[in-house]
């Protein structure tokens, strides 16, 4: 069934479909043949012959004769009569049998058939392939990945036991290897033990089967997004290099984007003592004063570095204001963050978040809340089988009245989170209509879907794909890098020889490369130095810490290293 809707699907791409488009026009050319044929055979037979006729035997007689078929149920007894059934008949010759079978023949019939035939899959790659990447499992996060690899001329190969997605990404362009990803010879024959890295994104099972398979022979390190976080032991035991537990790190990111209640700030990650953490507005003294109001420097030492709104990461200044919604993005040392703790964490907090969907992801972002204290309430329309823990409203959340039901006029805060875009969006804009205050965070499971989400309503998007890729990539690259959105990084350098000995705004960055200098790390391992001045002088041997697009990343290594 699969490969005959391949097959049928080989005629909607391409030339094919140019060639659809053509037979189609063919078709009408003949409709309107026949129907001009019947009128003038009516004429004819009315005025030459005295006999009338209707439509339908008029288009009856086109036909019988233009097919050769000829009943001779109804003939013409006069000259005229005779020269018309004969200029029908060879024009039917020449379009009905002649034309159009020679048509589908050349159109169709042979492209496909030579198609069939030429396309041999690829079942090893040429001796002496290195540093590649190989790629099993193709999915969103894949394909949000691999712009990335093209636009960094990291090789790379797809590999498939479906011999109708080898042609399909073939076609697509893709270096495509067909074979079973668990057995030895095809990771022989696709030069795994001198590849750079093996991207494992099939079932867990799989991976593991495929680590092991690997492990007989090569060292190469094999990067594996995990499906059940019950899985992560046995796969590195089975010999993966890294698991990354993406569903529960795409829960962690959701809740904490709509809570501010247990600890203020989440921390996103770390370069040594640095520490880059956000925290939403919501519920803090903070809210509607500016940037230069609230005093955040001030009073703990922390650096804003840019505000998020909507999705979008802006550069904050003092006029800056701190908005119900916004959430701050922080750069500072664990005792900092502890600073703002204090002013912010005596806060009564009645948050009460909403999860819709107890998938992997809605389990990790409740089982986040439960940690922090958080109350929440969760839908789903079905039991979730590996959790036992948390206490379900079941239902479908986008039926009439089961969210108004459920409480969500008084929700601060909605995680939608179900596996399917369409139903995000709808759910997403129903949050908003039924309580325009509440802090709605929206998961996108494809790429495409992240600008509906925000137009139906969404304050975050998180996207499962760039988050993916976003992760893999920075394991592949072995880069020291946040991902904070989609384009931008924070992201370590030690400090380019041509910068030493001048100031911070004597060296240009920003002006060439676009990046800013988050913080510095000084030579002798003291305290980073959060938001340096522009006077500060950069010495030999100290670490930057920038933010940037990818683009000014690169542009920075380009123009400096
Ligand atoms: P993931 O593990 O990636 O989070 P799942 O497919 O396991 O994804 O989870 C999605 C969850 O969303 C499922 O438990 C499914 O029942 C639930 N879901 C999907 N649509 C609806 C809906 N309309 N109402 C309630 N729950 C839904
Ligand atoms: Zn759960």
Redesign the pocket.
């Known amino acids: 069934m699969k490969s005959i809707a391949s097959e049928l699907a080989y005629f909607l791409r391409g030339r094919a479909r140019q060639n659809l488009k053509v037979l189609a026009l063919y078709c009408a050319f003949l409709v309107v043949m026949t129907l001009g044929y019947a009128s003038v055979f009516r004429y004819l037979m009315l005025h030459l012959e005295g006999r009338e006729f209707s439509f339908i035997a008029g288009i009856y007689w086109t036909l019988t004769v233009m097919t050769t078929l000829g009943f001779g149920d109804i003939t013409f007894h006069t000259d005229p009569g005779y020269i018309f059934a004969a200029v029908v008949t060879i024009s039917g010759v020449l379009f009905l049998l002649i034309i159009l079978p020679f048509g589908m023949i050349s159109l169709f019939l042979a492209p496909w058939i030579e198609n069939r035939l030429r396309y041999k899959p690829t079942l090893s790659l040429p001796e002496g392939t290195r540093d590649h990447i190989i790629i099993f499992g193709m999915d969103p996060v894949i394909r949000s990945l691999i712009p990335k690899l093209v636009s960094h001329q990291i090789p790379f190969v797809l590999v498939t036991p479906d011999y109708a997605e080898a042609v399909r990404l073939e076609e697509e362009g893709f270096r495509v290897v067909f074979g079973r990803p668990t057995d030895a010879q095809v990771l022989r024959a696709i030069r795994a033990d001198a590849a750079r890295y093996i991207i494992a994104n099939l079932t867990d099972p799989e991976n593991v089967n495929i680590c092991l398979t690997l492990r007989g022979f090569s060292k190469t390190p094999v990067v594996t997004l995990l499906d059940e976080a019950e899985h992560q032991e046995l796969l590195l035991l089975a010999g993966a290099s890294q698991v990354i537990p993406l569903?529960k790190i795409l829960g962690r990111y959701l809740a904490t984007r709509t809570t501010t209640q247990g600890a203020m700030a989440h921390v996103l990650d770390s370069f040594g003592k640095l520490q880059i953490a956000e925290f939403p507005v919501h519920g803090t003294p903070f809210v509607n004063l500016s940037l230069a109001q609230a005093c955040i420097r001030q009073q703990t030492g922390l650096s804003v570095i840019g505000i998020w709104e909507r999705g979008e990461l802006k550069a904050a200044s003092s006029e800056t204001i701190l908005g119900e919604n916004s959430l701050v993005v922080l750069a500072g040392t664990s005792q900092q963050l502890d600073a703002l703790e204090q002013i912010t964490g005596e806060q009564a907090c009645d948050d009460l978040i909403f999860i819709?969907?107890?998938?992997?992801?809605?389990?990790a972002a409740a089982g986040f809340l439960d940690r922090k204290a958080v109350p929440f309430i969760l839908?789903?329309?079905?039991e979730?089988p590996h959790c036992k823990e948390h206490i379900v409203v079941e239902?479908?959340?986008?039926g009439r009245n089961l969210l108004k039901n459920a409480g969500i006029d008084a929700g601060k805060g909605l995680i939608v989170?179900?596996?399917?875009d369409s139903?995000n969006i709808f759910?997403t804009l129903t949050g908003r209509r039924t309580n325009p205050h509440i802090r709605i965070v929206s998961r996108a499971n494809r790429e495409e879907n992240v600008e509906q989400l925000y137009a139906a309503g969404a304050d975050f998007v998180v996207s499962n794909a760039s988050v993916g890729a976003n992760i893999l990539f920075n394991v592949i690259e072995s880069k020291e890098s946040i991902f904070l959105t989609e384009g931008i990084n924070v992201f370590r350098c030690p400090l380019p020889p041509k910068l030493a000995g001048r100031t911070i705004a004597g060296s240009e960055i920003r002006l060439r490369s676009g990046c800013s200098v988050v913080a510095i790390e000084p030579v002798d391992g003291s305290e980073v130095l959060v938001s340096p001045e522009p006077e500060t002088v950069l010495t030999q041997g100290m670490g930057l810490i920038l933010i940037g697009s990818s683009r000014s990343e690169e542009t920075f290594h380009q123009y400096f290293s």
């Open positions: 569903k819709l969907g107890h998938g992997r992801i809605g389990c839908v789903d329309r079905q979730n239902g479908d959340a986008t989170t179900t596996n399917d139903t759910l």
